[in-house]
């Protein structure tokens, strides 16, 4: 994000790790409500006449509280946290590479003007989708899997590498790991939206504060989360249609596009259909985010304090270095004048 005034910027990298860490952390705490949300979408209400069913489990989830009763019952507490090694994989590197391709787009963008200025709302949406855009082309793979996890069914659990493997070894092959990649690329106005509204709101309700309470971050980034949510839901629910099993009603044949799992789910359930589980994508997306960036703004102190003391040691060895090399000097200097 931006630098913080009155603070020596953080390198790209820096951003990157501190918006990993609080992704990380954030995910872990509400993992339950990605297993509950990913069961939700992917699941199409049986009707009478339909001879094979619709989703991979037999169980259908009437809601959240539904769905997680039933998964304990099921599979126990374990349940709700399966696939989550894999999930939290993503998670770390998926914001690692997105914080630090938006903070080297961003900065590239700033230095290029003549009179260096924030970005406006249409140029922040902008730096946000293509830095996300770079991101889900080396990470889509760890999703994918980590979908497919989450979907399977009890006596079918496999692990993170054996999922890897149930994917390659399917008719898509390796391209199977890049499954719903064209969403996930129209996706990215997801954090788009996020961060710019995120950016945009600071600088409306808090203007010139260079660091933020953590309530105040975390309002900030819950408001932004969920915008950004209601906007995309209806893609998010076919992307993880594209990167679940199929159902055995289609006989093992996957879903080609996000417009025909979009147009299987509104056949079966209706329009409103393409809302699913949009209780526990919004209630997760806002303690995520909220968490999120209320944990990136501390890290972003703690390593720019980092940064300093590392700076202020390296000048002090410098110096020892040069008053060492100087006092030898001083030593040989009477040597070579006799």
Do not use: C
Request: proline content about 7%.
């Amino acid at each position: 994000m931006a630098s913080k005034a009155g603070q020596p910027p953080l390198p790209p990298w820096g951003n990157a790790l501190a918006g990993a860490t609080g992704a990380v952390l954030a995910n872990a705490l509400v993992y339950p409500l990605d297993i509950v949300k990913t069961r939700l979408q992917v699941q199409v209400k049986r009707k009478a006449t339909d001879q094979e069913p619709l989703t991979v489990n037999d169980e259908h989830y009437a809601s959240t509280l539904d769905a997680i009763r039933k998964i304990v019952d099921d599979e126990g507490i374990t349940g709700l946290y399966s696939g989550i090694n894999g999930s939290l994989i993503g998670v770390a590197s998926t914001n690692f590479a997105y914080f630090y391709w938006y903070s080297v787009i961003r900065s590239l963008y700033i230095s290029s003007q003549k009179l260096p200025k924030p970005p406006s709302t249409a140029i922040e949406l902008a730096l946000g989708a293509a830095a996300g855009g770079v991101a889900q082309i080396f990470t889509i793979p760890v999703a994918v899997v980590t979908t497919r996890q989450q979907t399977q069914p009890k006596g079918d659990k496999k692990g993170l590498l054996d999922t890897g493997r149930e994917v390659v070894h399917s008719d898509d092959g390796w391209t199977g790991l890049w499954r719903g990649l064209k969403a996930s690329l129209v996706l990215v106005v997801n954090p788009a939206i996020t961060y710019g509204a995120y950016q945009r709101l600071r600088d409306l309700i808090f203007p010139g504060k260079a660091n933020l309470r953590p309530w105040e971050a975390f309002l900030l980034g819950a408001i932004s989360k969920s915008l950004a949510t209601i906007a995309t839901q209806p893609l998010i629910v076919a992307k993880v249609g594209l990167q679940s099993r199929p159902p055995p009603a289609r006989q093992g044949r996957p879903f080609k596009s996000f417009v025909e799992v979009m147009a299987y789910i509104v056949e079966h359930e209706g329009p409103l259909a393409l809302f699913k589980g949009i209780g526990p994508q919004l209630t997760k997306g806002l303690l995520v985010q909220g968490l999120l960036m209320m944990t990136k703004e501390r890290m972003e102190i703690l390593f720019v304090v980092l940064f300093a003391y590392l700076r202020r040691l390296r000048s002090t060895k410098l110096q020892q270095a040069a008053d060492a090399a100087t006092a030898k000097a001083k030593q040989v200097l009477p040597i070579v004048m006799k």
